[in-house]
T-cell receptor, first 111, second 109 residues
Framework: NAGVTQTPKFRVLKTGQSMTLLCAQDMNHEYMYWYRQDPGMGLRLIHYSVGEGTTAKGEVPDGYNVSRLKKQNFLLGLESAAPSQTSVYFC??????????FGDGTRLSIL | ELKVEQNPLFLSMQEGKNYTIYCNYSTTSDRLYWYRQDPGKSLESLFVLLSNGAVKQEGRLMASLDTKARLSTLHITAAVHDLSATYFCAVAEGNKLVFGAGTILRVKS
């Protein structure tokens, strides 16, 4: 998707490992979001940011941390990965509460 | 806590037929959004409904919002194969959205 880039696209981790997912946007949007998508559960908001230097918790924040040091980047960290965090992760951006542009997703498996 | 329920969760329909997907939500909100997701792809914004009685149409899809009934519908007219996808509704709660589980639509020729 033009404008929102997620890296990596795929990753396999072992339980207890840590990693960081990167979301980069070039649309100058204030709002950025991290969602996880699990079968039959739609998208659930993990954390979001309403501007550079701000972050807030969503529905399912436990086990994740985020940072927004620069307006164009929103990082999602897993400090100690657990199998329950196996999911597809989407980053999204918008000019308000509605996420308008989504990245292609990161498929994360934790063994 | 806002709950968003979609039904059906899976819909298989013949080309040329009409059908409706329903999105019910549990608390007051006057902002509702519909998204489409193709298999293995990301989400695409379809409709934004921002007031009671709002109706939006694009091609064979029409979305409406009844805030008093806490209900939105996505109506499909004369379905074609290209409409096969998963459709999500999302309802605003404060400054974030709560998504439904999604409706998987398969249009058979």
């Amino acid at each position: 998707n033009a404008g929102v880039t997620q890296t990596p696209k795929f990753r396999v981790l072992k339980t207890g490992q840590s990693m960081t997912l990167l979301c980069a946007q070039d649309m100058n949007h204030e709002y950025m979001y991290w969602y996880r998508q699990d079968p039959g559960m739609g998208l659930r908001l993990i954390h979001y940011s309403v501007g550079e230097g701000t972050t807030a918790k969503g529905e399912v924040p436990d086990g994740y941390n985020v940072s927004r040091l620069k307006k164009q980047n929103f990082l999602l960290g897993l400090e100690s990965a657990a199998p329950s965090q196996t999911s597809v992760y989407f980053c999204a951006t918008g000019e308000g509460i509605q996420p308008q542009h989504f990245g292609d997703g990161t498929r994360l498996s934790i063994l | 806590e806002l709950k968003v329920e979609q039904n059906p969760l899976f819909l298989s329909m013949q080309e040329g037929k009409n059908y409706t997907i329903y999105c019910n939500y549990s608390t007051t909100s006057d902002r509702l959004y519909w998204y489409r997701q193709d298999p293995g792809k990301s989400l695409e914004s379809l409709f934004v409904l921002l007031s009671n009685g709002a109706v939006k149409q694009e091609g064979r899809l029409m979305a409406s919002l009844d805030t008093k009934a806490r209900l939105s519908t996505l109506h499909i007219t004369a379905a074609v194969h290209d409409l096969s996808a998963t459709y999500f509704c999302a309802v605003a709660e404060g400054n974030k959205l709560v998504f439904g589980a999604g409706t998987i639509l398969r249009v058979k020729s």
